[in-house]
Structures are given as C-alpha cells and as structure tokens.
C-alpha cells in the first residue's frame, strides 16, 4: 500500500512539474484619477510562458452593466527563450453609480489546455453630474456573454480527483475501523485476531489461526460449512464465488487439521492463511 501511495505522489509531482509556469502581470494604461461617463479604460494583460503558445490565447470575461467592451488587440513575441503574449482590451464607462473605487472585468484567458485568471486591478470612477444618458447608453449595451469555466488548470484538478479517490479507496480496504458494521464482520474480527498471531509465525499460532478463521467461515454464511455443502452455499454467496477454488482447498485442509492430529504447518503456509483472511475481509466488504 506504501508504494501505491508514494506511486500517486510521485504522478503528482511529475503533473506539476510538467506543467507550464505562468508568469501574469496587468496594468491600465491610461490610468487617471477618476474615469467619468464615456471615457475609455485601456488594459493590458500579459503573459509569460516557457514553451510555445500552440494558438493565440482565447480572452474569456463576464457581461458587466458599468463597462462595454470595445475592442481587443495582441500579439506574441520571444525574448531570452520565453514567449511573452500582450493583450490589449479597450472599455468604455457606461457607469450609473456613484464616485468610488471599482473592479475591473476579471480577465480569464484559455492557454493551450488551461485556464489562466489573471489578477484582479480597480478603476476610479467619478461621477460629475446625473445624466439621462446613462439609461441610454446602458440599454445599447449588446455585448455577448460567452460561456465561462471557472476551473483553473482543470486538468490538474482531474488528476487530484482521481489520486484522492484512489487512496480512499486504498483506505477502505485496509483500515479498520470497528465501530463501522461493514468493518465488523467475521472476516474482519477474524482479520484482526489472525494479524497478532502472525507476527509470531509458529505453529501454535498457525493451529489457533486455522480454527478461529474456520468459525468466520460458520459465522460468515450462518451455518457449518464443509466439503458436502460449500459448493451450495458459495452459490448463495455471489461475490465469493471469485475465490471459490481458494475456500475449497482451504475447508478440505483445515477439516483434516481440525479432526486429527495432522498439520500442514510451514511459514509459508502460514502467510498464506494471512492472506487468505485479508482478501476474504476485502471481499466481505463489498457493497
């Protein structure tokens, strides 16, 4: 189980590693003290990557009520083996509310499989006089709101998703956790009992070990099983049935060792027994 976990871990760090480093700067190029109604706002966004842009970045933003979105304009260019993209947007003020500091339309751009958002930057905006303009101006508004994903690096996440679920997975099949029912069954008792004697591989341990595992087997499908009737009550059992040749040759070797003095007792045999009980505890907590 270790080496699972430190197998996801070592995918994650690979995914991260691999993954392109943005470097995300804006600034508004005409900035004033207080923008009024009408004005123009210039932005411009850039942004630095280490590989080749493989398309032109894809600009992504909100419908805003206080802003229109006039024009766009960019280009790439590479400088000391990096790719530099400016963007330069263009709003103009269609604001109806009073003089304060404001936010600007957050800019998200698509960049080959990502989503890179950049960072936030606020406007003055002064407000000279009420104008009936405003209404006007507002109801001409006709800008677009295209579709917009707010997961960033959503590949990343993906792979986040699938290596947490794996290791809940993992968890569930080998933690214990007694208060749980699932995690209480015979199998699981019998899990438990058999785990401490193993640590001392001896046969005494090996003997007490057959029998404790034979009663999960009668407490497990509610009556003694043996070689007459397993074939029956695996049959009722569905999801045993994928181990059915494994229970067959246990039950006909521990009857031998139960009702006589024989003993197919070797190290070997022994973890096998163990590991027999940890698949049969896996299996019976199934849903």
């Not at 976990?5 to 005409?30: G, M, P």
């Not at 630095?48 to 960019?74: A, C, G, H, R, Y």
Request: proline fraction near 2%.
């Amino acid at each position: 189980m270790k080496k699972i976990f430190l197998f996801c871990s070592l995918i994650l760090i690979a995914f991260i590693a691999s993954a392109a480093n943005y470097e995300k700067s804006n600034s508004i190029v005409n900035i004033k003290y207080g923008f009024q109604l009408g004005d123009l706002i210039v932005v411009q966004d850039k942004i630095i990557i280490n590989k080749k842009f493989m398309q032109t970045p894809e600009l992504i933003i909100k419908k805003n009520k206080d802003l229109k979105f006039i024009s766009q304009s960019n280009n790439i260019e590479q400088k000391a083996g990096k790719y530099i993209f400016t963007n330069k947007i263009i709003y103009q003020t269609f604001q109806k509310t009073g003089s304060g500091n404001f936010t600007l339309p957050t800019h998200k751009y698509k960049i080959n499989d990502d989503n890179v958002l950049m960072p936030k930057k606020l406007y003055w905006y002064t407000r000279v006089a009420d104008s009936k303009l405003n209404d006007i101006l507002l109801n001409s508004i006709e800008q677009k709101k295209p579709d917009v994903t707010d997961i960033e690096m959503k590949h990343l996440y993906i792979l986040c998703g699938v290596i947490l679920l794996t290791i809940l997975i993992l968890l569930y099949k080998n933690i214990d956790i007694p208060l749980l029912k699932r995690m209480n069954g015979p199998f699981a008792k019998a899990h438990r009992k058999i785990k401490k004697l193993h640590k001392k591989n001896v046969k005494e341990n090996y003997v007490e070990s057959i029998l404790i595992l034979t009663d999960a087997f009668n407490r497990s499908f509610k009556q003694n099983i043996d070689s007459s009737n397993y074939e029956k009550i695996i049959s009722e059992n569905i999801k045993y049935q994928e181990i059915k040749g494994a229970i067959k040759i246990f039950i006909n070797l521990s009857s031998i060792e139960i009702y006589s003095s024989k003993t197919f007792f070797t190290k070997i045999r022994f973890n096998e027994i163990y590991s027999f009980t940890k698949i049969l505890r896996t299996i019976e907590r199934k849903i």
